[in-house]
């Protein structure tokens, strides 16, 4: 079996650590390949962090990656 490159959309968590939590529920061997986030808080007054979604990028099987 084959690793696969899988995107999970509207995940809700504040870091990218929290968003991998929640992915390792799942897939326990994942490994993140590249994260964004859907809403930019630099340039607004109100930053409501514990409402933010991203996108994440994994690998579903990092043991399978070279096989």
């Known amino acids: 079996m084959k690793a696969e490159i899988l995107i999970r959309k509207k995940i ?4 990218i650590q929290q968003a991998m939590y ?3 529920e799942k897939y ?3 490994r ?6 859907d809403a930019d808080f630099r340039y607004t007054r109100s930053k409501d962090y514990d ?3 991203m996108k994440v990028a ?5 043991k399978n990656v070279w096989n």
Request: hydrophobic share 45%; aromatic share 20%.
């Open 12 to 15: 809700k968590a504040k870091t």
């Open 22 to 24: 929640i992915i390792k």
């Open 28 to 30: 326990p061997y994942a």
């Open 32 to 37: 993140i390949v590249a994260y964004e986030f």
């Open 51 to 53: 409402n933010r979604t």
């Open 58 to 62: 994994f690998v579903d099987n990092f």
